[in-house]
């Protein structure tokens, strides 16, 4: 492994904090390297070297670690990228190599939100048994597929890439990138007559305004919590991260 002074940092990305980590090590001169798991179709260009695709699960990561010489792995991904973050925690086990993760505070309950908590994607499906509603369901192509066992719904998408093929007989889909802003998303729900919004727990600002329209309106939220992950360093920011870096022993320049 290299020393600290001359680290090989890896970041697992594709979040818009991840985004902000990376131009702050490329601003910084440091050697990094930004992965995507390659979801996106068209992911954002960033200002460090960058891999897209998977591993191949813990020994592909272990395999990759030792073959590129890694001294640090940030971990970034999406507060429900469980399995890749489990695969973090193991793997950097297994190389001795450190390992931080980037990860931004949950959303907290306010006055006026009307959350419904629920533990995961199984147990919101389960929730949505009933009389046909009109549902914004925020939660990413991945999960519509669960979704199907409740096709009385008329569903709102919002998707990143055109979907091709839906798993939801009765489903509008809009096509778009956040951040969006609070009217916008007043506006959408609104016009969409929508009476129940899913969303998994994420955090951060650029999907916060669904929630926020939510309250405005008076809407039920049906919220799924964040998978449990194993015990490991956390940072709420990249300034945090950096903190963590030069208490590793890394030199950050200026």
Request: glycine share 8%; hydrophobic share 45%.
């Amino acid at each position: 492994m290299s020393h600290p002074a001359n680290p090989n940092i890896l970041i697992l990305g594709g979040t818009s904090e991840a985004n902000a980590l990376a131009r702050a090590l490329a601003d910084r001169g440091l050697n990094a390297t930004y992965s995507y798991a390659g979801r996106v179709e068209t992911p954002r260009p960033q200002p460090l070297p960058t891999r897209i695709g998977g591993f191949g699960g813990v020994e592909g990561l272990c395999a990759h670690i030792r073959d590129n010489a890694v001294t640090h792995v940030i971990d970034a991904t999406h507060p429900f990228a469980a399995q890749m973050s489990r695969n973090a925690v193991a793997a950097c086990a297994q190389t001795a190599t450190a390992l931080a993760a980037l990860a931004r505070p949950e959303w907290q309950e306010r006055a006026g939100d009307r959350w419904q908590r629920v533990a995961d994607i199984a147990d919101a499906v389960g929730a949505l048994a009933g009389p046909a509603k009109r549902v914004f369901l925020a939660v990413g192509r991945l999960h519509l597929d669960a979704f199907a066992a409740q096709p009385q719904h008329r569903y709102l998408l919002r998707l990143v890439d055109e979907p091709g093929y839906l798993p939801l007989p009765d489903a509008d889909v809009v096509v778009a990138r956040g951040p969006f802003s609070l009217e916008d998303d007043i506006a959408l729900m609104a016009r969409h007559e929508i009476e129940l919004l899913i969303s998994k727990n994420a955090g951060g600002s650029g999907a916060r305004a669904k929630i926020d329209a939510a309250r405005v309106l008076g809407l039920p939220v049906l919220m799924i919590d964040r998978p449990v992950l194993p015990a490991r360093t956390e940072c709420a920011t990249p300034d945090q991260v950096l903190d963590w870096l030069a208490h590793s022993g890394v030199n950050l320049g200026v």
